[in-house]
């Protein structure tokens, strides 16, 4: 009868690639869906962003040219990938 929009949604914080791909992989089974940037819909179409906290550390980063790249990389992804988003940030 409810139905949820993204209105509604959970970040969850995983500190390693490995907690990543153990949670994306977890929430899409099933029936769930991969979005974009770390987002996904779980199996009862709930929302939830599955990203590390070095993300935040990069994105906030005030040389802008660093944190542009993240920014890009980042949007270019559907399940986060933090060895992706360091080599962005290094320039590589």
Avoid at 15 to 43: A, F, H, M, S, V
Avoid at 54 to 77: C, F, N, Q, T
């Amino acid at each position: 009868m409810y139905k949820f929009s993204e209105a509604t949604s959970f970040l969850i914080t995983a500190d390693t690639q490995e907690e990543i791909d153990e949670l994306w992989d977890g929430l899409t089974k099933d029936g769930g869906q991969k979005g974009p940037c770390g987002w996904l819909k779980d199996r009862f179409g709930l929302s939830w962003q599955v990203t590390p906290p070095v993300l935040g550390k990069y994105l906030s980063d005030g040389d802008k040219e660093k944190s542009g790249r993240v920014m890009k990389a980042m949007l270019g992804m559907s399940k986060i990938i933090i060895a992706d988003l360091e080599s962005a940030y290094q320039g590589k």
